[in-house]
């Protein structure tokens, strides 16, 4: 189930009955949306992170309450705007491997966003691990991939040639700003962070 239909379908019951898949899948948008568009909501997803995990009611309550708020927060800027976060194009590219769940095509998504952001010098190492590391108790996949960082940068320069103008990069947590894309190098670092050493499973 994508996330627009999940997000449709918000309330505490039908998450609590939800797939685990499916849940896995929101709350990885979630820190997505926290991450990029608000960091207060994202600084409670990581104070609630074990509630959550555990699906209290109350804590339901409001993180329904506030991701809807936020979602439709970057719809409208979607709607206003033709500069999409980079974190689209790697989702794209995650997603045409058909090597990962949704969740995971959307936390590496993330994961990738924030480390060219880091390496452009627009946020801090410190919040580039942030973000990592608040993906890790839903077990999604954020690193160590077994996929080639160059194949999957050669599906990269396919797709950023659709790219007309900018993209947005983060400059702090749940702000972004409008720049260049970062330079093959700095993508092609960013592909070799979340996949493993070729040569620790070629031999598999």
Same mark, same amino acid.
């Given at each position: ?20 898949? /499916? ?60 500069? /999409? ?18 969740? /995971? $095509? ?26 990592? /590391? ?10 160590? $991939?077994? $996929? ?22 983060? $400059? ?33």
């Amino acid at each position: 189930m994508n996330t627009s239909t999940i997000i449709k379908n918000l309330t505490v019951e039908n998450i609590k009955n939800s797939d685990p898949k /499916d849940y896995i899948t929101l709350m990885s948008h979630a820190l997505r949306l926290g991450a990029l568009y608000k960091a207060k909501f994202f600084m409670w997803l990581e104070n609630n992170n074990y509630e959550l995990i555990a699906q209290d009611e109350e804590i339901l309550s409001h993180f329904i309450k506030e991701i809807l708020s936020i979602h439709k927060k970057a719809q409208d800027e979607a709607s206003e705007s033709n500069v /999409d976060f980079a974190d689209n194009i790697f989702y794209t590219i995650f997603k045409e491997t058909d090597k990962f769940s949704e969740a /995971d $095509c959307i936390s590496l998504s993330l994961v990738v966003l924030a480390f060219i952001s880091h390496k452009s010098e627009l946020i801090s190492n410190e919040e580039y691990l942030e973000i990592r /590391d608040l993906l890790v108790p839903y077990k999604v996949m954020i690193s160590q $991939c077994k $996929c080639k960082a160059e194949d999957l940068f050669e599906i990269y320069k396919d797709k950023v040639k659709a790219i007309e103008g900018n993209t947005k990069l983060l $400059c702090k947590l749940g702000k972004g700003i409008e720049t260049e894309m970062p330079s093959n190098e700095i993508i092609l670092d960013a592909f070799k962070e979340i996949t493993y050493d070729e040569k620790s499973w070629e031999k598999e």
